[in-house]
């Protein structure tokens, strides 16, 4: 009885370029482990500080008619932190002496008054969390520009507003992207077991002695290329007996191939646009970037060119 023979296809990465003043040492010291519960005074000391926040930002928006009104309720807030949180190096209690009594004539001159505004922005933003990152460092930003105004700029502030970025979660600049980016993982649907140890895999990677050394470099000019050493040719069949379990068969193409690409980056996205103008689209987080490639693992008959599988696949490529 004839077996039909199988092989499949993966598109190629050449083809388819289809946050804080307030809280180092104020924040909870014992932060619960995954499966323990938050304790009252954990869970009171967290809510102060988020208190704080609001107060610090309010208070940065100050003007001559609310001014005393929300310098008090600032201060009230960060008395309440220090209840809750514990005062060790005694910044809190700092802040609140430099609040004075919360009269107009006790504010200090622009330059002060700017430089107090960004210890504040900073140090919300220092505590920023997920949900409030943005809001917070957009804040720091905001003070860190009226403190040019007010000053002039000394350089470094700029600087930092630059390091700012758009206050995305995952921004980085240029030069984090700009390097060699190594593929590590390239993610599938479904488990497979191609390399025939008895283990299935959603990482295709792994299961390959091919694709050891397949890299993007990101060049500064925003140029860069894809190098790509070696290819899987694979032919697989069902195993006798069975309907469902596969024996693969994986032969190890060499080659040299490099594709060239420009490249832009906005926040955490990335855009590669090839040399055939095929552009793809790139998450960043950390130190590893990555791509989601609809039906990259094609399954079909050789006999009659049927697609037997289809899974989608996410490419993982990691800074080196």
């Not at 990555?290 to 696949?313: E, K, M, R």
Request: aromatic share 10%; with cysteine.
């Amino acid at each position: 009885m004839h077996k039909p023979n199988y092989t499949f296809a993966m598109k190629k990465i050449t083809i388819l370029f289809s946050l804080f003043v307030l809280l180092t040492a104020f924040t909870c010291e014992d932060e619960p482990l995954e499966g323990e519960f938050i304790n009252e005074v954990e869970l009171s000391c967290e809510i102060a500080t988020g208190n704080v926040v609001q107060a610090a930002l309010a208070f940065l928006e100050a003007n001559d008619e609310n001014y005393t009104q929300i310098c008090t309720a600032f201060r009230s807030a960060l008395q309440s932190q220090i209840q809750a949180c514990g005062d060790p190096d005694g910044s809190l209690q700092a802040q609140i002496d430099d609040l004075g009594d919360c009269t107009l004539d006790n504010q200090s001159d622009d330059c002060a008054a700017a430089n107090s505004a960004v210890s504040v922005a900073q140090a919300a933003f220092d505590n920023a969390t997920d949900e409030n990152y943005t809001e917070l460092c957009n804040a720091y930003r905001d003070a860190l520009e009226n403190l040019i105004v007010q000053c002039g700029n000394d350089g470094g502030t700029q600087s930092e507003i630059d390091d700012l970025g758009d206050c995305t979660m995952n921004n980085q600049s240029d030069e984090d992207i700009v390097g060699t980016w190594l593929a590590t993982s390239w993610i599938s649907e479904e488990p497979v077991d191609i390399n025939n140890d008895g283990v299935e895999s959603t990482d295709l990677l792994a299961e390959f002695e091919c694709y050891n050394n397949e890299t993007i470099v990101f060049n500064a000019n925003n140029t860069g290329v894809i190098m790509s050493t070696s290819y899987a040719d694979v032919l697989f069949e069902i195993e006798v007996g069975s309907s469902d379990t596969y024996i693969y068969s994986v032969d190890c193409i060499l080659e040299d191939e490099n594709t060239s690409f420009t490249w832009s980056q906005n926040g955490s996205q990335i855009t590669i646009v090839d040399e055939l103008d095929i552009e793809s689209v790139w998450t960043l987080e950390g130190n590893q970037i990555s791509t989601f490639i609809p039906q990259g693992f094609i399954a079909f008959n050789i006999d009659d060119a049927s697609v037997t599988t289809s899974q989608d696949l996410t490419f993982i490529y990691t800074k080196q």
